[in-house]
């Protein structure tokens, strides 16, 4: 009956930033992934998932956005988040997610580490 | 915890129904703010309560389609700790032999899910769960302060 | 109304104490922000709920000090009504020999209260008051749009 | 169990503005009140309340602002409200709180029609 998550995609010059907004529940997750495969098909390696206007996710949204990160370990490209609640990002840190996705306070500091290529995706922490 | 008093006990049944989870952590949240927790915690306990809810709502094969909550705040004298009970009356699982998920193995692996109750055990301080035929209850307590 | 089938229902259940009416409101906006009402209406059906929950907290004299509220989302396919039930296991009164309350009478009158009524009726769409010897039920509607 | 409404009391030169934060409910109703008798007794005899942050209300704690339009009926003095909820203002008017105290939007728009003499208290509207 809710309302469905928001996304709006900012395709810059090397990487791409979904923005999403509402809860990340398998319909968001599956959103998301539609969005970051179409980036991808589109020749995307880097993307950027700005959580700023996600207060709420559930496990089987985040499952989703594994599905994601697999996809780029595949294709060697990488897969950034920010501006999580304390909450996702704590259950990203119970999951393991954060040793194969970068996790950063804000965008600018995600921008400034994917530029210096500094977010393992391909296993490199894992 | 024990010893303690319930100073608070709501109840809560919701329908097996899409986004009906949303509904059982609002009122977790309203208790754990009635009992003036923090922020950050309100909102362990919330997502806790919403991934309890997803898996009675997906797993149990319950009859009645409904999910059971029990929202306890406990203390002696002030509120020190909320209790809440998800409870349903399914076909119950046997929880010492769900794997445990790891990223590693979900990475490669054909089935990504399987993370709720990691999740909740991780957010909560304490998890105890009861299944058996009768259905699943999944009890778990966070301490306020 | 009629014809319409129930999309959902939620029950609550509430201990006759104080704040609790603040759980029930956030079950209120749950629901309806589930089916999508706007902004302003879910906080009327907000202060509607408290007002109700107050009412039997502090009129019913309830031996059990329960309240029980039951909230339904009601439909031909689409949610376009949120019917809420607030109810008591107490002593009842008689809704029409109520005063009607009114400011320049309250503004000299010691007891300047009794405002909760028409504060319910003027918020909601559709009052209706059950009451007698086995309690008190109050039954508030408000459309979706 | 919750906490309590807070206040903040603001004296200017030719009123005082009461800021609240939180619920008010019967407690809150009278730490109001008591502000507000405290001021009067002071020698304040116009009051703003601003609501700002306020944002839900009960009716027994509505009936006890009720009270202090009575005192300031007795005293000639005025009391205006400002910065409340829809819903708030909505119940305000339900009630006829509307005709023995200025309701304003913001706190400039009431300090202007305060400073003109413009808020009617003693049943000038009544
Ligand atoms: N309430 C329940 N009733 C029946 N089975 C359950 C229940 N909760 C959990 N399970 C079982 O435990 C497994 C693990 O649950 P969980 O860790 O939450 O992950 P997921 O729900 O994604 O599978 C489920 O796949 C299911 O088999
Ligand atoms: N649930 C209830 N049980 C018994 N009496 C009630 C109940 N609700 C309302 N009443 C009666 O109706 C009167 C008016 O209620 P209301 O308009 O809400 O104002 P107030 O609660 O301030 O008196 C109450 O004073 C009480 O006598």
Redesign the interface.
Known sequence: ???SLRLRVDRRDSLAVIYTEG?I?NQGGEEIASAAYKLIADGDKVLLLNLDGT??????G???L??I??KM?EIDGRLAFCCL???IE??FH????A??AGIYPDEPAALEALAAGGTPTAGSA? | MAGQAILREVKLTLPMAPDMEIAASKTATAMAELMTMSPDKIDEVRMAVVEACINAIEHSRAHDRKVYLTFEVLGEQVPELLRITVRDAGVGFAPGEVEEPSIERKLTAERKRGWGLKIIRGLMDEVEIESGRDGTSIVMTKARG
Chains 1, 4 share one sequence.
């Open positions: 009956m809710t309302e809860y529940n207060k709420i996710v559930n496990s089987i985040i499952s989703i594994i599905e990160i697999e370990l609640t304390p909450t704590k259950t119970i999951m393991g997610l040793q194969y894992g």
